[in-house]
């Protein structure tokens, strides 16, 4: 089976534009990568393509976009974190827990609090589980407050 049939971004027609329209925006205005480096990274994330993944989930997080960046960052923190990269994890998580993001801040402090857990940074962990517990995101408040639970 040739290389193209395992990829899903190459073999299936839909996901092959959408790789190709993600590119195309991502190198035609280098100055607005938020929007289609966190989309062509997520995207290739899922088809394995983890090293280009990581350059257009960076290249959104570092965008300094308001609205893509965090989110960016939060899901470079996931793939980071899937390599065993926990210290530049970290450093995405932290990126997106200190944006305020809506959505993203409360998920990314409890993965980094789990991450900061499971290095034996307890009080550090204690926090970030704090400020997710803290959030108004009901999923992620009630994980952090659970991990604080598990501290005690």
Do not use: C, I
Not at 22 to 35: I, K, L, N, Q, R
């Amino acid at each position: 089976m040739s290389d193209d049939r395992r990829d899903p971004t190459t073999a299936v027609p839909a996901l092959k534009r959408a790789r190709e329209n993600y590119e195309m925006a991502f190198a035609y205005d280098p100055t607005s990568v938020g929007w289609p480096g966190l989309h062509l990274g997520r995207l290739l994330h899922l088809s394995a393509h983890r090293e280009a993944a990581s350059d257009a989930l960076r290249a959104s997080a570092e965008s300094g976009d308001v609205e893509y960046a965090p989110v960016a960052a939060f899901h470079l923190g996931k793939l980071l974190e899937e390599l065993g990269d926990n210290e530049q994890a970290a450093a995405a998580y932290r990126q997106a827990v200190e944006s305020g993001h809506a959505r993203n801040a409360a998920a990314a402090a409890y993965r980094l609090g789990g991450l900061l857990q499971t290095a034996g940074d307890v009080e550090a962990a204690r926090a970030a589980f704090e400020r997710a517990a803290a959030s108004k995101n009901t999923w992620y408040g009630r994980l952090g407050n659970d991990a604080l639970l598990a501290l005690t």
